[in-house]
């Protein structure tokens, strides 16, 4: 009996992980697992302000290193939100495709100014929104599609974050206004309040929005707190009903960043159609843009 020859790819890129917190890790671990045929992606090192040498057999390289390898083609930035921008910058004018971890800037302006980088040097930045894959949100897909809205809330909790790593709440907790607009299109800001309590670690945001094509009003809370569990609660009053609960989250969840990971190769590969690609740009930019304004008030 022949066995089934499995096809290399032509080509493969070589990978530079920055920062190897909670995602960094989890990017290492499927660049290490024996990837699918359509995935051409090898780990070269990883970057770390830490002195780690190797981590699982992957070794440690420094910045400097990263950006000037010809082994590097790509690099996945996984470090604190603050530092995205600074990273993408330096590795898209090296010559490198791009991966970050959401968000990919701090404001609207950088983004805009990245993506024109990544334009000019003919690469690829890719702003990874896991969120989209989880099981949940394919629920709430699945539950509104067809319904006509007519006001709904969206209130996340979870443990506090610190502002000086990870930057305004607005855009830490972006994959939540990626959510809204995911299932209700562009939307409109229209005010927002901030209730924080330093010396209790407590911050809770609540965002009034309205969906562009019929003015429906939509309001995001953010509540964090160190007593606080991660969770998702919705409430969406619909003509034909109201959707009050998510399903509890399920395994199927567990390899989303790896999922993310083959959305990526599709873009290396030229597999992605320039529409899409488009309307995912859009959709990113735009909730940064709300990310803004909210910022601008609280």
């Avoid at 909670?22 to 990017?27: E, H, P, T």
């Avoid at 309040?193 to 562009?212: G, I």
Wanted: proline fraction near 4%; charge should be negative.
């Amino acid at each position: 009996m022949n066995k089934e020859v499995t096809k290399q790819p032509e080509r493969m890129f070589g990978v530079v992980v920055v920062g190897v917190g909670r995602a960094g890790s989890v990017r290492i671990r499927d660049l290490q697992t024996p990837p699918p045929p359509a995935d051409p992606l090898k780990l070269i090192g990883f970057v770390s302000r830490r002195e780690l040498g190797n981590i699982n057999e992957a070794k440690q390289i420094s910045l400097q290193d990263a950006l000037s390898s010809t082994e590097v083609d790509v690099a996945y930035i996984c470090n604190e939100n603050i530092s995205h921008e600074e990273y993408i910058r330096q590795f898209l004018r090296a010559g490198k495709h791009v991966l970050v971890e959401y968000p990919m800037a701090l404001s609207l302006a950088s983004a805009q100014e990245l993506w024109k980088i990544a334009e000019e040097k003919g690469k690829i930045l890719h702003e990874e929104h896991i969120e989209l894959l989880m099981e949940e949100f394919a629920f709430l897909k699945n539950e509104v599609a067809g319904k006509e809205l007519m006001e709904g809330t969206l209130h996340f909790t979870g443990g506090p974050l610190d502002k000086g790593k990870f930057g305004f709440i607005a855009f830490s907790a972006i994959s939540r206004l990626s959510w809204l607009v995911s299932l209700f299109g562009e939307l409109s800001f229209i005010s927002a309040t901030m209730e924080e309590r330093k010396e209790d670690q407590y911050q809770k945001m609540t965002v009034h929005l309205e969906t562009v094509d019929k003015r429906r009003p939509l309001t995001w809370i953010e509540e964090r707190g160190p007593e606080l569990k991660r969770e998702h609660h919705v409430n969406f009053l619909f003509e034909s009903g109201r959707l009050e609960s998510l399903p509890p989250p399920a395994q199927g969840n567990k390899n989303i960043f790896l999922r993310d990971q083959h959305i990526f190769v599709k873009k290396l590969l030229g597999q992605m159609s320039t529409e899409d690609l488009a309307k995912e740009k859009k959709r990113i930019l735009h909730c940064l843009e709300i990310a803004d304004e909210i910022q601008k008030y609280c």
